[in-house]
């Protein structure tokens, strides 16, 4: 597996998601290798379970305190999400507002045509050539 380089603004074996596709001032900060993680979750998972006190409270604020940051960022992605839905469907409203406004345009420039073009046909039709 080749890994693309970054110097051009393409993703690295090391960047995954959809971060890796973003504009670079909008990516995050990149975070050392899952192995590092995992291995320092591991630690502190295996601390906890050697300790004498082996409740399950310490387990659940273990793993909250584990989540908490994907959890957060969960949260954030959702909000994200649901202003971007707002603004899509207001974007929309003002849309199709435009969109009737310039066929109202249209018709009422259709109509104008015609009648515009009724008045020389019957300018043309006329025996002297002049219906004014």
Same mark, same amino acid.
């Given at each position: 597996?080749?890994?693309?380089?970054?110097?051009?603004?393409? +993703?690295?074996?090391?960047?995954? $998601? +959809? #971060?890796? *596709?973003? +504009?670079?001032?909008?990516? $995050?900060? #990149?975070?050392?290798?899952?192995?590092?993680?995992?291995?320092?979750?591991?630690?502190?998972?295996?601390?906890?379970?050697?300790?004498?006190? $082996? %409740?399950?409270?310490?387990? *659940?604020?273990?793993?909250?305190?584990?989540?908490?940051? %994907? /959890?957060?960022?969960?949260?954030?992605?959702?909000? #994200?999400?649901?202003?971007?839905?707002?603004?899509?469907?207001? #974007? $929309?409203?003002?849309?199709?507002?435009?969109?009737?406004? *310039?066929?109202?345009?249209?018709?009422? %420039?259709?109509?104008?045509?015609? /009648?515009?073009?009724?008045?020389?046909?019957?300018?043309?039709?006329? +025996?002297?050539? %002049?219906?004014?």
């Amino acid at each position: 597996m080749g890994v693309i380089s970054s110097e051009r603004g393409m +993703p690295n074996a090391l960047t995954q $998601g +959809p #971060e890796a *596709y973003a +504009p670079p001032d909008r990516r $995050g900060l #990149e975070e050392p290798t899952s192995n590092a993680r995992v291995a320092f979750l591991r630690r502190q998972i295996a601390e906890h379970s050697q300790s004498d006190d $082996g %409740s399950t409270e310490n387990l *659940y604020a273990l793993i909250h305190r584990i989540a908490a940051g %994907s /959890i957060n960022e969960i949260d954030h992605v959702i909000r #994200e999400l649901e202003s971007m839905r707002a603004m899509l469907r207001n #974007e $929309g409203g003002r849309v199709r507002q435009q969109v009737g406004d *310039y066929a109202s345009l249209c018709q009422a %420039s259709m109509t104008a045509m015609k /009648i515009i073009s009724n008045s020389l046909r019957v300018r043309k039709d006329s +025996p002297d050539g %002049s219906a004014w």
